[in-house]
């Protein structure tokens, strides 16, 4: 019989996060039979998850900032590649005023906490965390995206972003450790699971099997992306739990080799050489180029003899994950960059938009459409005038229109329609940080509405499926890329007025009129049947 052992099944090395005093109160000492106590106010809960939460909506880590800067400085960097971080380091800058945040898309509220058997707060302490949450959200000027169900179909925006996601796990000690997450929607929606054999695990195998699913990304999460595999785990939510933590960076201290009693490991080998592969895609950082990816984690599991879960996820360019921790000597938060300034180079001050094509949206659609024409997919382009915004529940209401036989609005004949959800206008703005939402979403509905003369020119983010550059070639429409991530950067320098048009009952997901001046957008899809991504592909 063999000896009992216990293995931690995540045994992470020294945490080397930088961390700021956020207060001395709320913690006091005691000691019970013995030992020391921490005594941590409810109030003190409170604090922490408000300011992480709204630090991590407006802030990036300095290490996130400083690997989208190289981008600059590499040679075999695209050009697209190097416009995309320029614009992202551009954004994070405008973000960083905590005014507008870095993404519209403020996330779920993702909290990770592990709590010392020594610490007592003689509270629930989920309640006083999403209080915190609460606070942020209301307070500050970010957006409601959790939908409350009423019925099996019907929901209603519960106009405070909760609920969140609290996990609080018991370990030994005096500490109460955190991780915080705003995790959007495009990048939580690219969290895939498969239920593989041993097979799998096999040389030769395995990174081909990888491979082939990071391929599947796309470009709808807003790379360049912190890509992250876990390989096993003894259920099919600890592998993709795994993943979720390795993509925030958080088991980046975890050994590098495994052991007779299944710890997890990183296999940095692995790690560099799916790098290279990304590199190799084609996709670049949304338009074609190098940087797919900033990094790759690859963690090992432990797993059952019949099972092999294999799970892959990413963090997207809006790279929102910050650290806490509660000790003796009072509430600390992740240190995370203020001045992301410093990180572009004084020779990229300059407009960068030379060659672009300007075009003028306040012209009939017809002379719009035979102005895009013109030009071939890839192409850079310079919006001005008028768009209509309109996300899932509005195509939703919009196809019931149709079925009604009612026709689509006038509106939405006349003008692109732009995919996407706005936060909360700030005071004394014109705009809410306001970049594009997920295209492939709303895929279904293309030659649906452009049949009744709509959605002629659609812009958003991402790769889209055939069945639309089917639709754009049989009714002469375009699908135009906009660059996921520089939301803030857009509210501030692009639109210049917001006007809600229909559905205020959906919240951010209502149907708008903004008027923009030089909306920059590429052509991903145009009406002969170019689709700049399967070009890419050869899919």
Known sequence: MPDFRYQDPFPLGEDITRYRLLTKDHVAVASFEGKPVLKVAPEGLTLLARTAMRDVSFLLRPAHLEKVAAILEDPEASPNDRAVALALLRNAEVAAGFALPSCQDTGTAIVMAKKGQQVWTGAHDEEHIARGIFET?????????????????EEKNTGSNLPGQIDIYATDGVEYRFLFLAKGGGSANKSYLYQETKATLSPGV????LLEKMKTLGTAACPPYHLAFAIGGTSA??????????????????????????RAFRDLELEERLLQAAYKIGFGAQFGGKYFALDVRVVRLPRHGASCPIGMGVSCSADRN???KIDAEGLWIEELERNPGRFIPARYRQQHDRGAVTIDLDRPMKEVLAELTKHPVKTQLLLTGTIVVARDMAHAKLKERLDRGDGLP???KDHPVYYAGPAKTPAGMPSGSFGPTTAGRMDSYVDLFQSHGGSMVMIAKGNRSKAVTDACKKHGGFYLGSIGGPAALLAQENIKKVELLEYPELGMEAIYRIEVVDFPAYVLVDD????????????
């Open 137 to 153: 959200y209301t307070q500050e000027d970010l957006r409601y995206s959790q939908n409350a169900p009423l019925t099996l179909y």
């Open 206 to 209: 395995l990174e081909p099997f």
């Open 237 to 262: 939510e600890a592998c993709l739990k795994t993943v979720k933590l390795a993509s925030a960076g958080y088991l980046d201290a975890l050994p590098t080799t495994g052991n007779d009693d299944g």
């Open 322 to 324: 910050i650290k806490a």
């Open 410 to 412: 006038q509106y939405f």
């Open 528 to 539: 002969k049947g170019n689709d700049f991504y399967a070009s890419i592909t050869g899919r």
